[in-house]
Nanobody, 115 residues
Framework: QLQLVESGGGLVQPGGSLRLSCAAS????????IGWFRQAPGKEREGVSC????????NYAGSVKGRFTISRDNAKNTVYLQMNSLKPEDLAVYYC????????WGQGTQVTVSS
């Protein structure tokens, strides 16, 4: 079964950091560009960041540029999202998927930013 499992979310104060992980099972991530997405309460899912299959190219939404860093370790079949200087508006469920999305969406990982 092809799966992507997100982890690493939690409750953090404004200005804090979290590192999210996206682990693949049932297939190899090596050949895929991967994106991180998020869905805030009452809003549509939006793209946050993406990374090319080899990791040489990355892109970020304007709202997270300079604060978030996407990376990948193909040996571990995992993509990461380092999130620094978190803001209350970053509160959302975070998901990962291939680009374009081809894997059934997982449960995501909840990120809550609150004092």
């Amino acid at each position: 079964q092809l799966q992507l499992v997100e982890s690493g979310g939690g409750l953090v104060q404004p200005g804090g950091s979290l590192r999210l992980s996206c682990a693949a099972s049932g297939f190899t991530l090596d050949y895929y560009s991967i994106g991180w997405f998020r869905q805030a309460p009452g809003k549509e899912r939006e793209g946050v960041s993406c990374i090319s299959s080899g990791g040489a190219s990355t892109n970020y939404a304007g709202s997270v540029k300079g604060r978030f860093t996407i990376s990948r370790d193909n040996a571990k079949n995992t993509v990461y999202l380092q999130m620094n200087s978190l803001k209350p508006e970053d509160l959302a469920v975070y998901y990962c998927n291939t680009l374009p999305p081809t894997i059934a969406w997982g449960q995501g990982t909840q990120v809550t930013v609150s004092s």
